[in-house]
């Protein structure tokens, strides 16, 4: 299906906004241009919820999150990240391995099962765009995914 990236996006952080607590900041930082993706909208919306639930999980009180969307190399590439724990830098690639969690008391803690992003890391892949981590133990995570674009919808239906 071909989907507007921007209003896809603009729409699922807006549910978490409504419900997430008023300690957490949401900053957005998405450009007003129009990017067209050919994507599976229940699967990206999955992969997007991990993300921000993930980076809600583990955010501080004030903490912000931010999300960020810019064209690179001709992909479209989407940024979410917040002021948590981190993750130590020789952890980082893992946690796309399935049912990888960084310590076990704090995921005990925490709950969820360490499937959340294997299961993004393959619909991303299957969508023909990559996704990896950028972490600073004690600052912060950034989750960073691509996906290729068309300016246009293609044309020829009116939904
Ligand atoms: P599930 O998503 O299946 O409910 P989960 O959130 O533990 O469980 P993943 O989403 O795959 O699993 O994340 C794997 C692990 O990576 C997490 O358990 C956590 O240790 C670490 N992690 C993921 N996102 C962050 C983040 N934003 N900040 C700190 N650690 C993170
Ligand atoms: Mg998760």
Known sequence: EMVEFNVFFNRIIDRF?????????????LPKEQYFVEIDPDKLTQVIDNIISNALKYSPE??????????????LLIQISDQGMGIPKENVDRIFDRFYRVDRARSREMGGTGLGLAISKEMINAHGGVIWAESKYGKGTTIFFTLPFEMDDGGGEWD
């Open 62 to 75: 004030g903490g912000k999150v931010r999300f960020g969307m810019t064209v690179e190399e001709g992909f």
């Open 17 to 29: 906004e409504m419900s997430k607590s008023h300690k957490v900041l949401f900053e957005r930082h």
